[in-house]
């Protein structure tokens, strides 16, 4: 059976954490360099965890940090994220239960996740959350050392490609509530949903030509129309 494939981002668009990954990273850092460091001039928002740890590192005058210490300081994110999920009270935001349960229903709908979070950062939201279940974590994207999230959706087209030959971009849908995911949406041809659920307005969001853009998630036929097509 050829399949679709519905490729949702996390944060802003899936839930809403009350910035438990930011107060997360804030810990590392002070754990890290001993140093408190607000994240207020530091891009966040469809940025992957790599990109802002590498952000992190400049910041405080560690560039040319070596991969390895680098990942120390995802690891030591990743260990203090869970904790910080349970002291916050963040939401799923509305719709996503029942879209999710909707394609889980579509024998020809793959769920995926294309997220700038890390594989273990993804785990531990979605599992707070309640939505690990819906996905297939196997052949979802996670920033793996990538910092641009074309890199990503490059990554994702590869291994689709790999596993359906006669895949088109037509045949995936990207889901996000930023400009960064419409971009990495674009940069493999596929269809673009955005929803204004971030920190990105519906007219912003409009002018980066998105397929569709939603105040919030529409009800599911209406989102997933496009891989019916």
């Not at 804030?26 to 140093?35: D, G, I, S, V």
């Not at 579509?106 to 279940?133: F, M, S, V």
């Not at 996905?135 to 999230?149: H, K, L, M, Q, T």
């Not at 204004?196 to 912003?204: I, S």
């Amino acid at each position: 059976m050829p399949y679709c494939y519905a490729v949702w981002d996390i944060d802003g668009t899936l839930l809403r954490s009350a910035k438990a990954g930011l107060y997360a990273f804030e810990e590392a850092m002070l754990l890290f360099f001993q140093k408190k460091a607000s994240f207020d001039t530091i891009p966040t928002a469809g940025r992957t965890d790599w990109f802002i740890a590498r952000t992190i590192f400049e910041r405080f005058g560690y560039a040319n940090a070596s991969p390895i210490e680098r990942q120390n300081f995802i690891e030591l994110y990743e260990s203090l994220l869970p904790a910080h999920l349970k002291a916050r009270q963040g939401v799923v935001l509305p719709g996503v239960k029942e879209a999710l349960a909707w394609s889980q229903q579509q024998p020809q709908i793959k769920t995926l996740l294309l997220t700038g979070n890390t594989r273990q950062g993804a785990l531990a939201k979605l599992t707070h959350y309640g939505l690990k279940d819906f996905f297939d974590f196997d052949a979802s994207i996670f920033c793996d050392f990538d910092e641009e999230r074309n890199e990503l959706s490059r990554r994702l087209w590869l291994d689709l490609q790999s596993k359906q030959a006669a895949l088109t971009g037509q045949q995936i849908l990207i889901i996000g509530d930023t400009p960064h995911d419409i971009l990495c949406g674009q940069a493999i041809g596929a269809h673009t949903a955005a929803v204004a659920t971030g920190q990105y307005a519906t007219t912003e969001l409009l002018s980066f030509n998105p397929s569709a853009v939603y105040h919030q998630l529409p009800e599911p036929k209406t989102l997933f129309a496009p891989l019916g097509k």
